[in-house]
């Protein structure tokens, strides 16, 4: 699944000790990308290839992500990515943090949001099929 995927690229990105290596632009950067290839994934209106602003005005369609969290970060990681800011390790770490938060969050919204949808079709397909229903359809 999308979100077995993210997983393991979190942990690979881990796994390369990106941080105590002194790279924790790169290491934030990459958890950030694992974030936004994963929602890309499962939410269609967040392009993996739409900018920040853009990402910002499509969240506002959308319950599943916690869009302000996931601004900050990308936002963020602009800025190391096109200003060429520095991170301390600990911001670095924070934001590889709120990635993973981010996706796990998002892929339970999505788990329950399906999961309402579920049980709301299997009580409309009941409803329909129920003697009460038919009664009142007959007497309509």
Known sequence: TALQL????????AAERLV???ETERYAVEMVGVARTYLATVVPLLARSATTRELAAALHRTSAVPGDRLISILDETDLLKFARERS???RAVAIGTEARRIVNE???????????????AVSAAAAARSPTSNARADAA
């Open 6 to 13: 993210a997983q393991r690229e979190f942990a690979r990105i």
């Open 20 to 22: 105590e290596s002194g």
């Open 88 to 90: 301390s390790v600990e």
């Open 106 to 120: 998002t892929a339970a919204a999505l788990a329950a949001a399906s999961a309402a949808a579920s049980a709301a």
